[in-house]
Structures are given as C-alpha cells and as structure tokens.
C-alpha cells in the first residue's frame, strides 16, 4: 500500500510542507519515488509521521522527538532514558505555565487599573512601552504604581 505527499497529509494531519521539512531535515525517511518522482509512502512512514506530530502537540522539540525516535527504534531497551526526558519536559512545561502565570497577573492587574479614558494616559500602553520590566521576576516587583 502506497499513498501520495498529499494522501500522508490527510491521513496525519500534517501539513504538506511540514512532511517535506522533516524529510529534509532527516525526521522523517524520505520514501521511494514512482517512475514520475513522484514520492510514495506507506503505513510506516504515517505512523512515523503520527509520532511526530503527537511528540510536537506535546510541546516537544526536534532534537528531542529525535531521541524518542530512536529509542523508539530500541523496543527491548530500558524506558530509563524515555522517562527521565518526559520529567525533564514535564519541569520545562512547569516553568512555562510559571512565567506565563506572571505575565498574566500583570497583565490583568494592568487591565484592571484601566481608567478607561484617552490612550496618552492608557496603563495598557504604558506598561507595554516599558521595555524595563523584568518579566522573569513577580509582577509586584517591576510594577510601576
């Protein structure tokens, strides 16, 4: 069974561009080619293909989905080294949310001391024109009450 770039795309909902990125960049095997050249694929490169995007909706990063990939190659290997990069990811995520959690506090707490009058008095525009904050540190911190 063999299929088109534009059939492994449906199937995987991945974009045709995308499928020729990871094929450049070696994720993804490139397939064998017909008598036009054009490329044809088969199950194996869909379920490759559905790892991957599956590993990148996760938030995990190419060079990570790289590894998986090849320890998924090892199926008799421990899942030591699997479990020890998805606690590190997890960790990654955790920190995330942590400063995505910062930025929105001071986000809201500046929508909130909006006066609703004109934009040259705005604590919306005031506070993103002040390229001074410090987002890594607590809002409370860099807060210019």
């Known amino acids: 069974m063999d299929f088109s770039i534009g059939e492994l795309a449906r199937r995987t909902r991945v974009k045709v561009p995308t499928i020729r990125y990871?094929?450049?960049i070696a994720l993804l095997p490139s397939p064998p080619r017909s008598e036009?050249?054009?490329?044809r694929y088969d199950a194996s490169h869909a379920a490759r293909l559905n790892f991957i995007r599956h590993a990148r909706e996760l938030g995990?990063?190419?060079?990570?989905?790289?590894e998986l990939l090849a320890m998924n190659a090892k199926?008799?290997?421990?899942?030591v080294g699997v479990d020890e990069m998805a606690r590190r990811h997890i960790?990654?995520?955790?920190?995330?949310?942590?400063?995505l959690t910062t930025l929105r506090a001071e986000l809201q707490?500046?929508?909130?001391e909006c006066g609703?009058?004109?934009?040259?008095?705005?604590?919306?525009?005031?506070?993103?024109?002040?390229?001074?904050?410090?987002?890594?540190r607590p809002a409370e911190l860099w807060s210019r009450r």
């Open 109 to 112: 707490r500046t929508v909130d």
């Open 22 to 24: 990871y094929e450049q």
């Open 75 to 79: 199926p008799d290997q421990s899942c």
């Open 36 to 39: 036009g050249q054009q490329r």
């Open 116 to 136: 609703r009058g004109r934009v040259c008095k705005c604590r919306v525009i005031e506070t993103l024109a002040d390229s001074g904050h410090d987002h890594s």
């Open 60 to 66: 995990f990063e190419i060079g990570a989905i790289r």
């Open 91 to 99: 960790a990654e995520i955790d920190r995330r949310i942590a400063h």
